[in-house]
């Protein structure tokens, strides 16, 4: 409900390190927009998240792996200083896509991106590149030094996007699903559009 979802920012604006500005475009790609994840998105992230998890044959972990998706605000904002993103269609403001990274222990000065998902009639597009550099732009402009993603190899498309993307193959402790962790240096990452 409405009164819910304002409970649940109050809540969310109190515990937080910082706030998003929930207005802010951060792409705009074709019919798509891309902005910052709201609590009202909740449900519906999580859906994304969970259908193509389940096209890969792999199923929502909401107290475990996925337990970020669900409890945003201290994943994200609070705890780990990140952000989530939702990616949206223009015209029917429907979401289709998610986006996130977080600081992580691994690496210097490193973060992970985590929760790159589209939903199947919305990929194909460069709308993953486009959501990457993106991400990878505002990681940069915040200071950040390396980039992990962990990934698996089911997911093909994926694994052929970091790889493109200038994405190695990296050592290091994965979450049970993934079987590919990549890292990428913050000086490889130029600014500017796009």
């Keep these: 409900s409405a009164e819910a979802d304002v409970s649940l ?14 207005n802010e475009v951060l792409l705009r790609h074709r019919s798509y927009v891309v902005r910052p994840w709201r609590p009202a998105d909740r449900d519906t992230a999580t859906d994304v998240v969970k ?32 952000e989530m993103w939702v990616t949206e269609e ?22 992970e991106i985590r929760k790159m998902y589209i939903l199947p ?13 993106r991400m990878e732009r505002r990681i940069k402009e915040r200071g950040y030094d390396e980039i ?9 498309e994926a694994c052929q996007l970091y790889q493109s993307a200038g994405y190695t193959v990296s050592d290091g402790q994965k979450a049970p699903r993934c079987d590919v962790l990549v890292k990428k240096s913050v000086t490889d990452v130029t600014l500017g559009k796009n």
């Design 9 to 22: 920012l109050y809540i969310a604006c109190s515990v937080m390190d910082e706030r998003p500005d929930f």
């Design 51 to 82: 259908s193509c998890l389940s096209d890969y044959g792999f199923e929502l972990e909401r107290h475990q792996t996925d337990k970020d998706v669900v409890d945003v605000e201290v994943h994200y904002w609070k705890n780990k200083r990140g």
């Design 90 to 111: 223009v015209e029917t403001g429907k979401v289709i896509g998610t986006a996130a990274y977080y600081e992580t222990q691994r690496g210097s000065n490193a973060v």
């Design 121 to 133: 009639h919305a990929r194909g597009k460069g709308l993953g590149r486009a959501i990457l550099k």
């Design 148 to 156: 992990y993603i962990e990934t698996s190899t089911v997911l093909k």
